[in-house]
């Protein structure tokens, strides 16, 4: 059950994000729930997953294609992270929505695939 609900997340992510990704180092400006956007969940399953839109203020593209100084992306989330959490996050992956309806519907331009935090690594400074 878990495996068909995470390629189903996988798959309307693919679906959004269709070109190519960009590594970026920034700041989480903040994180909201998505209420009026519904995850596909299949009958009789327990879906935990949900749609956050983040506000994320780029200091450098380290790969791929440059992007505004100020984005929001959208990404599918089994919550809210803490506020100690997100002020740590530092790497952040993106891609573009291609779709006019799809950014519409979402209020973003990018799909965030992954964020992180710079353990050590020094690559955001």
């Known amino acids: 059950m878990r495996t068909v609900l995470v ?3 996988i798959a309307v992510m693919t679906n959004l994000a269709c070109a190519s990704e960009s590594v970026l180092c920034g700041r989480a400006l903040g994180q ?3 209420e009026d956007v519904q995850v596909p969940c299949p009958v009789n399953s327990l879906c935990l997953s949900g749609w956050t839109r983040w506000g994320i203020k780029v200091e ?3 790969s791929g294609a440059s992007v505004p100084v100020r984005i929001n ?3 599918l989330e089994h919550g809210i992270l803490t506020p100690k959490h997100e002020e740590a996050l530092r790497i952040f992956t993106v891609k573009p929505i291609e779709k006019n309806e799809k950014r519409d519907l979402f209020g973003a331009d990018f799909v ?5 935090v710079d353990r050590g690594k020094d690559i955001c400074n």
């Open 7 to 9: 390629g189903a997340a």
């Open 32 to 34: 909201a729930s998505i």
């Open 60 to 62: 450098k593209v380290i």
């Open 73 to 75: 992306a959208v990404s």
């Open 112 to 116: 965030l695939l992954q964020h992180e």
